[in-house]
């Protein structure tokens, strides 16, 4: 029979047990929020000791004072763009009210807003360029990969190929890119801006090739017990890459998918630049162009703008691969 003391020690411990894992709990939190905090507190102590320093042609280089003026700046420009936005579609509906009202028969037209885009009417421009870039990248990279992955012969054929094109630079591309779709886009009422598929297919060519060679390399290093199963079932072609080589090869295309995205975010600007494809791209170089005293500022937040919205795509995809992964430890970070 335990004694009177050994029974208190007990329960004195099994009472201090959740306390000691609050503790914990708080420490661990306390470590992962203070310590990013710290590092972002350096470097914006070293971002304004560094800018006032800096002297430009435009003045002083802008500090993060400075960029928080202009980033207020900019959020109350889309504010005041959208109340006219909103101004002018309003007088256009009490215009053909009253032309209604004195002909129910008579034709009324809604135009079109043509107000200069926002900083963020440019964010949402980047978005869906470098979204649909790099879903065309990947509709052609995975299933690519998958069969050069498969077949050692193919993956020995295309290898030097890949290797050949992949480190080719956007600023390369984007010209012979232009001349393609100026010749073969051609339409009286095209659907797409032809500066909006120069980027995008310019974004594809430079990030498909980390998804086709993590894809490639993920297929070719499925372990054999899996081949001898799927030789076991019998199961046709399809039904072993869609429950044999596919679920065991999606750590590796997803490695490769987070590669590309980031690729794509990347060369997006550089080509937006270029193809004056409305977008952050073209912000930037539209403020460096125009060389005001705010232009700086405003490059700056648009640089950390394009950096945020980068760290966010990753996270999007990396939550993507927890969801679909079986293996969950192949997704944390």
């Known amino acids: 029979m335990p004694s009177v003391e050994s029974k ?33 507190l350096i470097f914006i102590m070293l971002w304004h000791v560094a800018a006032q320093n800096i002297n430009t042609s435009l003045g002083k280089f802008p500090g993060p004072a400075q960029v928080v003026e202009q980033a207020t700046s900019l959020v109350n420009e889309h504010q005041a763009e959208r109340q006219r936005e909103q101004a002018f579609y309003e007088r256009q509906h009490k215009r053909n009210e009253k032309k209604l009202a004195k002909n129910p028969d008579a034709k009324v037209k809604i135009r079109p807003y043509t107000g200069a885009p926002t900083f963020f009417d440019q964010i949402i421009t980047s978005l869906i360029t470098v979204l649909c870039g790099f879903l065309l990248a990947s509709l052609i990279a995975i299933p690519a990969g998958i069969v050069i992955g498969l077949n050692n012969q193919l993956h020995a054929a295309f290898n030097p190929l890949i290797q050949l094109f ?80 596919l679920p065991a090869s999606i750590p590796s295309v997803f490695t490769g998918l ?26 930037v170089w539209d403020e460096f162009q125009n060389g005001s005293s705010n232009s700086l500022g405003r490059i700056m937040v648009a640089v950390l703008a394009i950096g945020l919205i980068g760290f966010l795509l990753d996270r999007a995809m990396l939550g993507i691969q927890r969801y679909v992964s079986w293996d969950k430890s192949t997704a944390t970070r």
Request: overall charge positive; charged content about 10%.
């Open 166 to 245: 992949k480190p080719v630079s956007p600023l390369a591309w984007l010209p012979l890119v232009t001349m393609v779709v100026s010749a073969v886009y051609v339409s009286d009422d095209p659907m797409f801006a032809k500066s909006f598929v120069t980027s995008m297919i310019t974004v594809s060519l430079c990030s498909l090739w980390p998804t086709l060679l993590n894809t490639s390399v993920g297929v070719s290093s499925i372990s054999q017990d899996l081949k001898n199963v799927s030789q076991v079932l019998r199961l046709s072609w399809y039904e072993h890459v869609t429950k044999i080589v």
């Open 258 to 283: 987070r590669l590309s995205l980031g690729i794509a975010w990347m060369v997006l600007i550089a080509a937006e630049m270029l193809a004056q494809n409305p977008g952050l791209g073209k912000f």
């Open 8 to 40: 208190s020690s007990l329960a004195n411990l099994t009472n201090l047990l959740p306390k000691l894992s609050f503790s914990t709990t708080l420490a661990g939190l306390a470590r992962h929020l203070a310590l990013p905090a710290i590092g972002m």
